[in-house]
């Protein structure tokens, strides 16, 4: 048995024998749900997911021809996983907005179209990993139609 396993034995056969509410603790089964690793459901108005879309809508901007800026309208899905900083992966409807790109104008203040011709939105599933001690955005997945 290794020193690790050995320490272990140790410490549950100690807490076996003090006590039947740490006795339990030894032999609880761990909730099923909860997978390190794995993508888990997030609000979609939690602040890093609202940051993680305005990061995609600017990839988004910088990817287009358009003379428009567009924005983020809707998230409608939003998964996070933690894998070396955050990883976010969100499901989320771009809007075409008044700004012009040439204007360089803060999003926030830019307000979507009001012209029937000029109204455009795409449907976007995006990924974006978040390195929040290095304040590193990466955009690394962008599927707009």
Request: proline share 6%; charged share 20%; hydrophobic share 35%.
């Amino acid at each position: 048995m290794r020193p690790v396993g050995v320490l272990l034995a140790f410490c549950c056969l100690v807490l076996s024998t003090t006590g039947d509410h740490l006795r339990d603790f030894c032999s609880q089964t761990l909730n099923p749900d909860r997978k390190p690793g794995f993508p888990k459901k997030i609000n979609p108005h939690d602040p890093g997911v609202l940051q993680a879309a305005r990061h995609s809508a600017e990839r988004f901007n910088n990817c287009t021809n358009d003379i428009f800026l567009f924005k983020e309208s809707h998230i409608s899905r939003a998964l996070v996983q933690i894998v070396k900083g955050l990883k976010y992966m969100l499901d989320m409807k771009i809007g075409r907005t008044s700004c012009k790109k040439i204007q360089h104008p803060i999003l926030d203040n830019c307000d979507f179209q009001t012209n029937h011709t000029l109204k455009r939105t795409f449907s976007c599933y995006s990924e974006v990993w978040v390195i929040p001690w290095l304040q590193k955005f990466e955009v690394s997945v962008l599927h707009c139609h």
